[in-house]
């Protein structure tokens, strides 16, 4: 594959790595890394500012290019959830998630790696072996390293679809501890 392009004039060299992008996120189903993305693009160019302009070539359309995870990947719009939800049977997808279910990832979110023991100490109660299973199926927590602790018990860390579900780019993106108090959120999973 040709990547720098050099028999193009500038102008469609720039459109033509765009081009290459948009497709690139298109085929993900995850958020692609700058890395991945540099791999199609000549050596001069900027996969922050392509990125840029393929957000702006596609302002007015329903979906969007959104930095998650520590890369980008192709979402719709929040304003056009209904309409999916009323054209295709989606709700397979939705994840259904109990109040005490989110405070979990919370905690494991905010305090990884963790074992459940950790997460027994923070809300003072057993966390069960099926919740946690129900989390890892979905893809929101993963197995992290195991605990220097006696028995080596398992920890558990979020995943890259916890930061796309959640709307973050990186852990550092999670709310900070005092501002969730304010707002009338129990700190105990948190803090």
Known sequence: MDRELSELPPDLRWREWMRRIEAVLFASASPVPREDLARIVGQGASVDLLVEDLRADLEGR????????????????????PAIRAAADVGVQVLDLSEFEVAVLGAIAYHQPITR???????????????????????????????PRRGAPYTYVTTEKFLAVFDLETLQDLPDREQLMDAGFDGGALG
């Open 62 to 81: 329903a979906f969007e290019v959104a930095q998650v995870a520590g890369g980008w990947m192709f979402r719709t719009r929040p304003v056009y959830a």
């Open 117 to 147: 023991d950790g997460l027994k100490d923070i809300f003072g109660k057993e966390i069960s072996r099926d919740l946690i299973g129900r989390l890892h199926a979905q893809n929101l927590i993963g197995t992290g390293p195991r605990s």
